[in-house]
């Protein structure tokens, strides 16, 4: 497992003890953005599998690197469409998406 993708997790169990839904929300976005971007699509996905474990989908390691860079892309797409609510005058919108980025920000230094 990677070190990064392990204190995402434990700030999301932070964040639902706190009940902390901003934190909550983009904590668990990014976790999602990260396991989507570790699936690897095999053959045969379209017939179904019997037995236990027979789901199961084979999974890319993705490196400390790539995982930031998941992150990174997180926080610049809250921060974009931030920027868009805040033309559309909607500033509570905007102000969430921007709360959420900077839950995220720290995970995105090295």
């Known amino acids: 497992m990677n070190q990064l993708r392990d204190q995402l997790e434990a700030a999301l169990k932070s964040a639902l003890r ?12 990014a ?12 053959p045969g996905q379209s017939r179904p ?28 797409d809250r921060t974009s469409a931030a920027d868009q609510y805040d033309r559309l005058e909607r500033p509570a919108e905007a102000a969430r998406l921007r709360a959420e980025a900077a839950v995220l920000e720290p995970f995105t230094r090295p």
């Open 18 to 29: 706190a009940r902390d839904n901003v934190a909550t929300s983009a904590l668990q976005s």
């Open 31 to 42: 976790l999602a953005a990260i396991d989507n971007a570790g699936a690897v699509p095999g």
């Open 49 to 76: 599998a019997l037995g236990v474990g027979a789901g199961e989908a084979g999974r890319k390691v993705l490196s400390i690197e790539e995982t930031r860079g998941i992150v990174r892309d997180e926080v610049a």
